[in-house]
């Protein structure tokens, strides 16, 4: 069975160095709307950004069990005590 993934809309893009971005996207896979976390980026080649084979593909589901957690991991971010 092909996997039918449609595109619906970007959210949002973070860059993640000089080469690569964080696209999120609204998408739906097999009619099931999804968020799509896609690491883009460019070649030395070109400029245009391309899909990697990373990501993430998540429900609605697994996003409100998985935010919490995030929520956690960037507070313990915030408090370490980075090296001097």
Same mark, same amino acid.
């Given at each position: 069975?092909? *996997?039918?993934?449609? !595109?619906? !809309?970007?959210?949002? @893009?973070? /860059?993640?160095?000089?080469? +690569?971005?964080?696209q *999120?996207k609204?998408? =739906? *896979?097999?009619d099931? $709307?999804?968020? !799509? ?5 460019? @070649? /030395?080649? =070109?400029d !245009?950004?391309?899909p990697?084979?990373?990501? #993430?593909? %998540?429900?609605? &589901?697994?996003?409100? +069990? %998985? #935010? $919490?957690? %995030? +929520?956690?991991?960037l ?6 005590? @980075? $090296? &001097?």
């Open positions: 069975m092909a *996997v039918k993934f449609e !595109d619906i !809309d970007t959210i949002g @893009t973070v /860059a993640k160095n000089k080469r +690569e971005t964080i *999120v609204l998408v =739906s *896979v097999n099931r $709307p999804c968020l !799509d976390f896609r690491i883009f980026f460019t @070649t /030395a080649d =070109s !245009d950004l391309k990697s084979g990373k990501g #993430l593909c %998540l429900t609605a &589901e697994c996003m409100t +069990e %998985l #935010l $919490p957690l %995030l +929520e956690k991991g507070a313990d971010l915030k408090n370490l005590k @980075t $090296p &001097e």
